[in-house]
């Protein structure tokens, strides 16, 4: 069973690195496609995040997909998705498990504009 209303998303991997002098560097990226649904962040919604989130976040992004590492346990992977061509940060948020639907169970993720 899907999320209702989810749509198609690019998700891309690239990964992280270090040069010789000592600057991050990023290969790839891989790619794939997940079932979410990503809607726009709320004031009320930005309030509640902490703090440190809060700077550059977009979206809130719902999916059954589990995109494992993104970089909170490691520094070996950045993700991105994909919205309307532009891509955004991820950043784990939680897990949501839901027993009066069914096991719908899905994570949450919240997007972030890329800052050079």
Do not use: C
Not at 32 to 56: H, K, N, S, W, Y
Not at 73 to 90: A, F, H, N, P
Request: aromatic residues 8%.
């Amino acid at each position: 069973m899907s999320i209702p209303f989810s749509s198609a998303y690019t998700v891309r991997t690239y990964t992280v690195g270090y040069g010789s002098d000592g600057r991050v560097t990023e290969t790839g990226p891989t790619t794939q496609t997940i079932q979410a649904v990503v809607t726009p962040l709320d004031e009320r919604t930005l309030e509640r995040l902490p703090e440190g989130m809060r700077v550059g976040a977009k979206y809130r992004i719902r999916t059954q997909t589990d995109l494992g590492d993104l970089g909170d346990r490691s520094e070996t992977g950045s993700k991105r998705i994909v919205v309307d061509s532009r891509e955004y940060q991820l950043d784990v948020w939680g897990r949501w498990d839901q027993t009066s639907f069914g096991g719908l169970n899905h994570h949450k993720y919240l997007a972030r504009e890329i800052r050079s």
